[in-house]
T-cell receptor, first 114, second 116 residues
């Protein structure tokens, strides 16, 4: 699986935007970029995914670099409930033994200050 | 119903016990997953079931035995576990949409397992 690199931790203030970066320089042309987050004492939660174009949903926005070697998860107004570990994961589209695998890296611990 | 439920929430067992973890979803998803998560570490995939058939086993020891009786239910049977198997066990499901790269996974809250 192609690898992702994220900062270990980031901090933000409540109601400010947060930009969480992810590097994936070995991404293949068919890899989707997924983001999940895990709040304390909960299972991971799907946030957003994209392939080439920027994506928006009710939770966040995903900005993907033109060369696809990096991406940024954007939380437009952080709340205390957004404090979590954020994981950037590449998911291949090919079948075979890698189908269905979600390989979590270490993620970024986001702290939100009131 | 957009939930994945897991029972029990907590389980304490001895090394000679046999126990089972249960996972259920009613979203019509055709893939189900077991992950193991140690404290302060990311989740690690254990097993994947696609269309009720085991499609991925990540070289998990045989003391963990998965079972998928139907498309809504996933079990993990535990036997002769070791203390180092203590962890949070997460279940997930996904719709198996198209090529797979777009397939998002929905996770349950996990079962916190302690092996004495």
């Amino acid at each position: 699986d192609a690898k992702t690199t994220q900062p270990n931790s980031m901090e933000s203030n409540e109601e400010e935007p947060v930009h969480l970066p992810c590097n994936h320089s070995t991404i293949s042309g068919t890899d989707y970029i997924h983001w999940y987050r895990q709040l304390p004492s909960q299972g991971p939660e799907y946030v957003i995914h994209g392939l080439t174009s920027n994506v928006n949903n009710r939770m966040a926005s995903l900005a993907i670099a033109e060369d696809r070697k990096s991406s940024t998860l954007i939380l437009h107004r952080a709340t205390l409930r957004d404090a979590a570990v954020y994981y950037c994961i590449l998911r291949g589209s090919a079948g075979g033994t890698s189908y269905g695998k979600l390989t979590f890296g270490q993620g970024t611990i986001l702290t939100v200050h009131p | 119903d957009t939930e994945v439920t897991q029972t029990p929430k907590h389980l304490v067992m001895g090394m000679t016990n046999k126990k089972s973890l249960k996972c259920e979803q009613h979203m019509g998803h055709r893939a189900m997953y077991w992950y193991k998560q140690k404290a302060k570490k990311p989740p690690e995939l254990m097993f994947v079931y696609s269309y009720e058939k085991l499609s991925i086993n990540e070289s998990v020891p045989s003391r963990f035995s998965p079972e998928c009786p139907n498309s809504s239910l996933l079990n993990l049977h535990l036997h002769a576990l070791q203390p180092e198997d203590s962890a949070l066990y997460l279940c997930a499901s996904s719709p198996l949409r198209g090529s797979g790269g777009r397939d998002e996974q929905f996770f349950g809250p996990g079962t916190r397992l302690t092996v004495l």
